[in-house]
């Protein structure tokens, strides 16, 4: 099982990124999907999640500029982050769960203020 995130990078503040995860040795339309950050000193915390039904949640901190999406046919799942703030940075896991949870590698996002 392979998940490859990319897309992280350097942004200013009100800028934004897309994030994208491309899964492999998984039937991927049957896993929920997600991503998580973890800035430094702190916790591991979901950002965002989709079902393999297209159902999404966002963490409450980040409604209204960052979205979840999808794509079955790719397996890829895709963050995008607009009006990024300096809190926002943190290294991005990709995440799949269906009974087993798989984790990327991660990908650094670096908001400047």
């Known amino acids: 099982v392979r998940l490859q995130a990319s897309g992280g990078g350097l942004v200013q503040t009100g800028g934004s990124l897309g994030l994208s995860c491309a899964a492999s040795?998984?039937?991927?339309?049957?896993?929920?999907m997600g991503w998580y950050r973890q800035a430094p000193g702190k916790q591991r915390e979901l950002v965002a999640e989709?079902?393999?039904?297209?159902?999404?949640t966002h963490a409450d901190s980040v409604k209204g500029r960052f979205t979840i999406s999808r794509d079955n046919a790719e397996n890829t799942v895709s963050l995008q982050m607009n009006s990024l703030k300096p809190e926002d940075t943190a290294i991005y896991y990709c995440?799949?769960?269906?009974?087993?949870?798989?984790w990327g590698q991660g990908t650094l996002v670096t908001v400047s203020s």
């Open positions: 995440h799949a769960f269906w009974g087993r949870h798989y």
């Open positions: 989709i079902t393999s039904g297209g159902s999404t």
């Open positions: 040795g998984i039937i991927f339309r049957l896993y929920n």
